[in-house]
């Protein structure tokens, strides 16, 4: 069973930044996967962010997160991060990563395999 775990949540400013990381647990490669960021937040369904395909062939952002959000991996840490800039109130929710066999071009949940358990991201002044 592959584990994903997140971290890096937290509360944060208006216009302020924090960096997510998934990181897989020892003998299983994130290379080989498309690597999704999501989102959750209270009483609404959850949002595909942002996405990488293996070799980063491909990336994907959502729009409301375009020029604020970088998805980037780290092959070396077995580790894909979620850099997020100028951040919103209605950017606080619960964001997971998840984990997808396919060769995915956009950030959609039935596509995932595999999904971490989440960190909180509140941003609020």
């Known amino acids: 069973q592959v584990q994903l775990v997140e971290s890096g949540g937290g509360l944060v400013q208006p216009g302020g930044s924090l960096r997510l990381s998934c990181a897989a647990a020892s003998g299983f490669s994130l290379d080989y996967y498309t690597i999704g960021w999501f989102r959750q937040a209270p009483g609404k369904e959850r949002e595909g962010v942002s996405c990488v395909s293996p070799a980063d062939a491909s990336i994907y952002y959502t729009d409301s997160v375009k020029g604020r959000f970088t998805i980037s991996r780290d092959n070396a840490k077995n580790t894909v991060y979620l850099q997020m800039n100028s951040l919103k109130p209605n950017d606080t929710a619960v964001y997971y990563c998840?984990?997808?066999?396919?060769?995915?071009?956009?950030?959609?949940?039935?596509?995932?395999?595999?999904w971490g358990k989440g960190t909180l991201v509140t941003v609020s002044s």
């Open positions: 998840a984990a997808s066999r396919l060769r995915a071009r956009v950030a959609v949940p039935d596509y995932m395999h595999y």
